[in-house]
């Protein structure tokens, strides 16, 4: 048996639930905005703020990392880890952006189902990793990857369908352009957290 008395730094832990916490802010307020649509260069502006916390998370772990002797998992897997859910931020940031940048006056159904599927795997993975901590929870962990994995196929069935509702409307050609960058960037929003949640799933096996 191997035994070490040398602590492990359980910052880590705190730097990434803040990030899956923050990431989780940012999914209901992009929840919120295409379901009461309105404000949306405020809405722009909160949502950089929110991106912008979540690029300090990162900067304290890629800070933090050289400077720990023993981390709590494997070093790669937590700069991926804070990677993924950084990049599902900023595709909802992203998201945001072009509702501003191509004057979205309307929104359509399956950027609120998309927005909806977003906040439901952001929470699945905020909790996730809130339990990636206690070992006795890993049960409950693989579970939430994976509802995480269900609802990115549905993020995939969603956006296949709003892709063919815009070709099938396709005289109006700006629509089409505008439309499918959006729905392309929030489903690529529920890729990312799927990606997350495949990580943690690498970590518990590793620590099983």
Do not use: C
């Amino acid at each position: 048996m191997k035994l070490s008395f040398l602590p492990v730094e359980v910052r880590f832990f705190d730097h990434l639930q803040a990030a899956t916490s923050n990431l989780l802010v940012g999914a209901r307020m992009l929840q919120k905005l295409l379901d009461d649509y309105h404000d949306v260069d405020e809405a722009v502006a909160q949502m950089t703020e929110i991106e912008h916390r979540g690029d300090f998370i990162v900067h304290e772990v890629t800070n933090l990392l050289p400077r720990t002797l023993i981390t709590p998992f494997d070093p790669e897997d937590i700069l991926r880890l804070i990677a993924a859910v950084d990049d599902a931020l900023d595709t909802i940031h992203a998201a945001v952006g072009h509702l501003s940048i191509y004057r979205i006056t309307e929104v359509k159904k399956p950027a609120q189902r998309l927005a909806r599927l977003i906040v439901e795997a952001a929470t699945e993975l905020d909790l996730a990793m809130h339990e990636l901590q206690d070992k006795k929870q890993y049960g409950r962990v693989k579970e939430r990857i994976v509802q995480i994995n269900t609802i990115e196929n549905t993020g995939d069935r969603v956006l296949e369908e709003g892709l063919r509702s815009l070709v099938d409307h396709r005289d109006d050609l700006f629509d089409l352009i505008r439309w499918k960058k959006i729905y392309e960037l929030l489903e690529q929003s529920t890729d990312r957290v799927e990606d997350a949640g495949d990580i943690i799933q690498r970590v518990i096996i590793a620590h099983a």
